[in-house]
């Protein structure tokens, strides 16, 4: 096997926690990500000693920061020489509207800008590695409609509806990667990792799941299995290609969304 390098984003809890420790205890070398930097400092040491493996990395950055999520990516260009995998994991559920710093409403702020923006930064350094991949991490709980005037909640505000949405857009940012890569560099995928019992199902369902083991099988499986190594544009569950929702198919939606998403990275540089 050849040890891959491979940046988890929200790597200190839940499924993030234990892709990471399941990838470090394989021998790949692993870039644990967190926005707590002590916290994120203690579980990065702990999967290093139940892992045995010295390579494992903390890296901090808030997700609801632009320019957090870019000093992110220029760390990881300098401190390694390469990235093979970039595992999209982090995402919130929000009960309440929270408009962040930059205006943007937090849950589509984290769970689709923070991505759409860290994965943009650091394709550069992925276009390097031969055969890298690009993981996102979305859900069966994708909407089956999209609004683009009411992307920040502006016209109205449901918890659920908001993590449904930013679900979707990842699927949507997916399919418009593959598109625009052309089958040159990455390969990119995007899966939904069961109902497992993390703290944001309890925040937004209020019940338990599967165990994190569970959780992290396809997320693993996709950054590194030989079996995923030429599949891309696709959305995955229990490691296995399956249909996403009828709309996340709608070119037209997935240019439009990329579109915004361009322009509000234009405005937060």
Known sequence: MIAKTILITGATDGIGKQTALELAQMGHEVIVHGRDKLRGEEITENIRNISLNKKVHYLNADFTNFKQIADLAEAVKSKFNKLDVLLNNAG??????????????????VNHMAVFALTNNLLPLLKESKASRIVNVSSMAQAGTMDFDNLNGEKYFDSYNAYALSKLENVLFTYKLHRTLKNEGPKVNCLHPGVISTKLLHAGWGMGGASLEHGAKTSVFL?????????SGKYFV????????????????????????????????
């Open 92 to 109: 919130v559920f929000e009960n309440d509207r929270i408009i962040v710093e930059n205006g943007l409403e937090r849950t589509f702020m």
């Open 223 to 231: 950054a590194v299995s030989a079996e995923a190594e030429n599949i």
């Open 238 to 269: 229990n490691s296995q290609e399956r249909k996403s929702s009828a709309i996340s198919y709608d070119l037209k939606i997935q240019d439009r969304l990329w579109e915004i998403s361009e322009e509000i990275m234009k405005q937060n540089v």
